[in-house]
């Protein structure tokens, strides 16, 4: 019996210490587990091409980079050719990643397509598309847009996302097919699709781009490298077509530089369509909700003198983010306008205020960022009068001190002579 006991005693302690060393994955990762980190890709292409029986166009070569770059198949749709990007289907995939995605997964959509004639004309782009895609739950919203006068839709996108264009909203977008490879004079190898979103595809994978040494190339990085081979292309391309340079010349006013692709990143980190990082280091991508807004630096009281007739008020201004500015002098609006983030550097607001000595001021900057941050400073400027009214202390002082003491000594002299 007492062997049986001790046994059963050893038994209990092994299955009780086995049990306590398994983790328990409810408490240390449930909320992991219940909401798994998700990246949803949608990719739109007018152009795609048959070339031997395979079908090519940009939008696939991006959909190939994604798969290396860690991304799930089942997770990347893909519309190709006119008939499958009417504006139905494009709400239909919106309010689909309306539904499905949180605040903790990534949304990248890709738009190949004619600027004018089709985003503009036909799709109506700028009426709609930009405020459904803000809807979508994530800050981690990505959208790169390849189309001629892709500027103009770009610049559109001032919620918490990152968007980029092909070409300014006066240029326009160049495309190689498969006609073109049989007098193929790029030193770029042959490709099909848009240049841009050629190098674009390219660069996502290629770690040399990647500044920072983290080993992730982020979008940032991504449009630092790409761009020299970007411009090397559309120059060579007007080399060998000067009918296009003119063209372009003609439209953009130059081709020095071309293009010059916009960029609205209104996110305070470096995202990256690199899923295997975004999913691991999924912490490295969250807004944090407590960010502090813009900074306003001024002095509390400005003093001026009587001889002053107009003073220069500065306000220090600093915000990692676009931001308006609105400058009220005793509650009246004076002066507004825009300013384009600082970053850790500050920005000097000047306003010049017309005074008089008979009055104070109350004059206040009001900023708001495209993040949904604000700050309000305010500084009271008035006369100064503190050295004449110190000087007439001191005057009245001396007389008064002078009456008394001529006074006291009358007194005595009287006293003497009764």
Not at 188 to 206: L, N, V
Not at 398 to 405: D, E, G, P, R
Request: glycine share 4%.
């Amino acid at each position: 019996m007492r062997k049986k006991f001790i046994h059963f005693a050893i038994f209990t302690i092994i299955t009780l210490t086995f049990i306590l060393s398994v983790p328990n994955y409810h408490d240390v990762a449930g909320e992991e587990v219940n909401n798994p980190v998700e990246v949803y890709a949608v990719l739109f292409d007018q152009f795609p091409q048959e070339i031997n029986g395979t079908i090519m166009c940009s939008a696939i070569e991006m959909h190939d980079t994604l798969l290396s770059l860690g991304w799930s198949a089942g997770n990347i749709s893909i519309f190709l050719g006119e008939e499958n990007m009417t504006k139905n289907i494009f709400l239909e995939q919106l309010n689909y990643l309306e539904e499905k995605v949180d605040e903790n997964d990534l949304v990248f959509i890709y738009l190949s397509a004619h600027g004018h004639t089709y985003c503009r004309d036909v799709l109506d782009f700028n009426s709609w598309f930009q405020l459904l895609f803000n809807r979508i739950g994530t800050d981690n919203k990505i959208f790169l847009m390849e189309t001629c006068y892709s500027g103009e839709f770009v610049e559109l996108f001032f919620h918490r996302s990152f968007a980029m264009s092909s070409v300014a909203k006066n240029e326009f977008a160049l495309l190689y097919t498969s006609e073109d490879n049989d007098t193929w004079m790029l030193s770029e190898p042959e490709f099909i699709g848009g240049i841009s979103s050629h190098f674009w595809a390219k660069t996502m994978a290629d770690i040399n781009a990647d500044s920072s040494g983290n080993g992730v190339v982020s979008l940032e990085e991504m449009y630092e490298y790409s761009l020299p081979d970007i411009r090397q292309c559309y120059n060579e391309t007007f080399e060998i077509y000067p009918e296009l340079a003119d063209y372009a010349s003609s439209v953009a006013g130059s081709t020095e530089n071309y293009p010059h692709p916009k960029v609205m990143n209104n996110l305070p980190y470096e995202v990256t369509l690199n899923a295997t990082d975004f999913i691991l280091n999924n912490q490295d991508y969250l807004w944090e909700e407590d960010l502090e807004g813009p900074t306003i630096d001024i002095q509390d009281i400005i003093l001026f003198t009587e001889s002053d007739e107009v003073i220069e008020i500065i306000f220090v201004v600093s915000d990692r983010s676009d931001f308006d500015y609105y400058c009220y002098v005793n509650s009246v609006l004076e002066k507004w306008g825009s300013h384009e983030a600082t970053g850790e550097n500050s920005w000097s607001f000047k306003y010049k205020l017309t005074v008089n000595p008979d009055s104070e001021y109350n004059v206040s900057l009001s900023v708001f960022d495209v993040w949904g941050n604000s700050n309000l400073k305010s500084t009271l400027v008035k006369c100064d009068s503190e050295t004449e009214i110190v000087s007439f202390d001191y005057r009245f002082s001396v007389i008064a001190f002078l009456v008394v003491s001529i006074t006291i000594l009358l007194q005595i002299a009287k006293k003497r002579k009764d």
